[in-house]
């Protein structure tokens, strides 16, 4: 599935693309995605400026001329500039065409999202509740040493509630983790201000790698132009049980921590 630093990945690769050009159509071939998408949104759209493109936790927001368009990749989904002439494959669900070139939508697995907004960003049911962005200035160790305060969840489902703190999936998490010698069961409560303050840092630390790399491919991400991310070759515990802890040397072991699975050091994470 990608994560924060694939989608932030694609928004620095479209954005060149479409950032001030006018949207001439929009094209919907399979409108049954996560959500449906309305038969008269590519009348509404049609016509309509880019005036911004930015990032929400995992959305994608396209700012227009009369509103926003959030794009979600779901688990498989991926945005490319493509030539309107290029034939479209059995997956290609909706292209925003702008004249001189062609965002299109690929989702095999159909988790992805094409939502329309007038009102206020902040306000849309899907990001009011989110808590600050992981690479901001607002999100540190505090911030987490707070939030914890009260609650009983495993750190490692902790960082990775989106109330607490946007976009540190699954890999990301189980990595910082490790390198914060943080044991990801251990209840959230019980970790200290300092141990929080090392784990904020990390976070920013690993993301902004990821999105450096281009993200981590493990199954279907790859960028603008079908490339893979890099940054799984830099894993160092995620997907590495059985395998020697590259601190000590010990084997990395996988649980399950809500439902996901997890992978970490018993030495070098208390």
Not at 58 to 85: A, C, F, N, P
Not at 93 to 108: S, V
Not at 129 to 137: C, D, T
Not at 143 to 153: D, K, P
Request: proline share 6%; hydrophobic share 35%.
């Amino acid at each position: 599935m990608p994560e924060l630093p694939e989608v932030e990945t694609t928004r620095r690769g479209i954005a060149p693309h479409i950032l001030g050009r006018r949207l001439e159509r929009v094209i919907v071939r399979q409108p049954r995605l996560r959500w449906p998408v309305p038969a008269e949104l590519a009348k509404q759209l049609q016509g309509q400026r880019v005036q911004r493109v930015e990032r929400r936790a995992k959305y994608l927001l396209l700012e227009l001329s009369e509103g926003t368009l959030l794009i979600h990749l779901g688990m498989s989904g991926s945005l490319r500039i493509v030539s309107d002439k290029r034939a479209p494959g059995p997956h290609d669900h909706f292209d925003l065409d702008f004249g001189e070139c062609c965002l299109r939508f690929r989702d095999p697995r159909r988790f992805g999202a094409l939502l329309w907004t007038r009102a206020a960003i902040e306000q849309h049911p899907l990001l009011s509740h989110l808590g600050p962005e992981p690479l901001a200035e607002d999100f540190d160790g505090q911030h987490l040493y707070s939030c914890a305060r009260g609650r009983r969840t495993a750190v490692k489902s902790f960082v990775m509630d989106g109330r607490v703190v946007v976009g540190v999936g699954n890999i990301y998490a189980s990595e910082s983790l490790f390198l914060s010698g943080i044991h990801p069961h251990r209840p959230c409560h019980r970790v200290s201000l300092k141990r929080y303050v090392r784990l904020a840092t990390i976070i920013k630390q690993v993301l902004q790698r990821a999105i450096e790399q281009g993200g981590t491919t493990l199954r279907d991400f790859h960028d603008l132009e079908g490339n893979p991310g890099y940054f799984a070759q830099q894993l160092l515990v995620y997907g590495k049980s059985g395998a020697p802890c590259p601190n000590c040397g010990s084997i990395i072991r996988q649980r399950r921590i809500g439902q996901r699975s997890s992978f970490f050091c018993v030495h070098c994470q208390h």
